[in-house]
């Protein structure tokens, strides 16, 4: 079945640095991918939605400078956490839609990536 | 996207059909009931889908009721690593906010031996 890699799974930085995501779809082609974040114990929040070759769409409170979304490619969109602070430590998971995709069967989720900020 | 209502968590021995209940009485006739899972430390799995018919795949039975409020997802015999959290999700399965899912805070399924 179709596969959405993220990359790295985990990651490990310090403060004030800024820290780039990967999400690929690896056999196919996904005109919106979408970000969520996910806090311990918590459930999946959506950050953004982003559409290939324009601007990403964010969420009610969600800082679009902090959080800088590019989706240069048909499989691959990159969320990039710009001067990361420990309240940016959280588990950060994209998910991918088929394009031109209606079905469920045609929506699929990444493996998340886990950002540490020291 | 209507609301949905879960219970916190609920327990299973293993080999037993899990029952999952979810309630979504606001919603619209055009939306979708969804359930995925969160195994820990991974990104969510896709289980089943449906509108107003109950669906069956190789994973679970979905039963909706027939005013759609609510709807219950079956895992015929659960197994350890069945042991997740469970997302009932309502959407609209079309449209350009297609896979702008809301999830809420889910049901936690224990499996135990």
């Known amino acids: 079945g179709a596969v959405v890699s993220q990359h790295p799974s985990r990651v490990i930085c310090k403060s004030g640095t800024s820290v780039k995501i990967e999400c690929r779809s690896l056999d196919f082609q996904a005109t919106t991918m979408f970000w969520y974040r996910q806090f311990p114990k918590q459930s999946l929040m959506l950050m953004a939605t982003?559409?290939?070759?324009?601007?990403?769409?964010?969420e009610q409170g969600v800082e679009k400078d902090k959080f800088l979304i590019n989706h240069a490619s048909l499989t691959l969109s990159t969320l990039t956490v710009t001067s990361a602070h420990p309240e940016d430590s959280s588990f950060y998971i994209c998910?991918?839609?088929?394009?031109?995709?209606?079905?469920?069967?045609?929506?699929?989720f990444g493996e998340g990536s886990r950002l540490t900020v020291l | 996207d209507a609301k949905t209502t879960q219970p916190t968590s609920m327990d299973c021995a293993e080999g037993r059909a899990a029952n999952l209940p979810c309630n979504h009485s606001t919603i619209s006739g055009n939306e979708y009931v969804y359930w995925y899972r969160q195994i820990h430390s991974q990104g969510p799995q896709y289980i089943i889908h449906?509108?107003?018919n109950n669906e069956t795949n190789e994973m679970a039975s979905l039963i909706i009721t027939e005013d759609r409020k609510s709807s219950t997802l079956i895992l015929p015999h659960a197994t350890l690593r069945d042991t997740a959290v469970y997302y009932c999700?309502?959407?609209?399965?079309?449209?350009?906010?297609?896979?702008?899912?809301?999830f809420g805070q889910g049901t936690i399924l224990t499996v135990h031996p």
């Open positions: 449906g509108l107003k």
């Open positions: 998910s991918a839609r088929v394009s031109g995709g209606w079905n469920t069967g045609e929506l699929f």
């Open positions: 982003s559409n290939e070759g324009s601007k990403a769409t964010y």
């Open positions: 999700i309502v959407s609209n399965a079309g449209g350009t906010s297609y896979g702008k899912l809301t």
